[in-house]
Nanobody, 120 residues
């Protein structure tokens, strides 16, 4: 299973970006999909998640500005980021909980990370 993240880049204060993360490979089902972010030398922090049924959770710092969604047919999760602030500058990682077979246990898989830079 591979997760390919994209959509990062440079944006001005108050701007928007949309991140995408597509899962591919031998996949039976995907449970939760989510986004995390990690600054150099710091722990990886939760940003948002969405269940297979569409239930969403957000970190308090992004509520009202970020929206997570998914396209189950494409095994893809999105993160719409609005009203971006300079403190959002870091690398964003996607994570999916994947079952590779009907009888197997779910496992976490991580994308490679995509850089988001917000200029002030």
């Amino acid at each position: 299973v591979q997760l390919q993240a994209s959509g990062g880049g440079l944006v001005q204060f108050g701007g928007s970006l949309r991140l995408s993360c597509a899962a591919s490979g031998f996949i039976f089902s995907i449970n939760d999909m989510g986004w995390y972010r990690q600054a150099p030398g710091e722990q990886r922090d939760f940003v948002a998640s969405i269940s297979s049924g569409g239930i969403t959770n957000y970190a308090d710092s992004v509520k009202g500005r970020f929206t997570i969604s998914r396209d189950n047919a494409k095994n893809t999760v999105y993160l719409q980021m609005n009203s971006l602030k300079p403190e959002a500058t870091t690398v964003y990682y996607c994570r999916s909980t994947v079952k590779r077979t009907a009888w197997g246990s779910p496992s976490y898989y991580w994308g490679q990370g995509t850089q988001v830079t917000v200029s002030s």
